[in-house]
Nanobody, 120 residues
Framework: QVQLVESGGGLVQAGGSLRLSCAAS????????MGWYRQAPGEQRELVAS???????NYGDPVKGRFTISRDNAKNTVYLQMNSLKPEDTAVYYC??????????????WGQGTQVTVSS
């Protein structure tokens, strides 16, 4: 069974930094794109950043220049370095991965979410 486990959320003051991690575990043939989404109360879930298996990245406009996504393919882990945090970055952050399992099933997997709160 494939699982995504996130860590690194918390409370930080505006202007501060946090680093999120998400590790995929289970029996997998290949981990394709990985990414981070976020959802604030009353808002729709939105893309924060994504990264392909080859390292190509894509960022949502609100975080460009402040957040950096990276991955370690050997560890099936994706990271999100968040700098210059703003109160509007407050949300639950979800890890996402496109995974090909040993059953040759390719599916989207989601983490349980980690809370990021930025105080002003």
């Amino acid at each position: 069974q494939v699982q995504l486990v996130e860590s690194g959320g918390g409370l930080v003051q505006a202007g501060g930094s946090l680093r999120l991690s998400c590790a995929a575990s289970g029996v997998m043939l290949r981990v394709n794109a990985m990414g981070w989404y976020r959802q604030a109360p009353g808002e729709q879930r939105e893309l924060v950043a994504s990264i392909s298996s080859s390292g190509s990245t894509n960022y949502g406009d609100p975080v460009k220049g402040r957040f950096t996504i990276s991955r370690d393919n050997a560890k099936n882990t994706v990271y999100l370095q968040m700098n210059s945090l703003k109160p509007e970055d407050t949300a639950v952050y979800y890890c996402n991965a496109d995974i090909l399992t040993i059953r040759l099933s390719r599916d989207d997997y989601w983490g349980q979410g980690t809370q990021v709160t930025v105080s002003s």
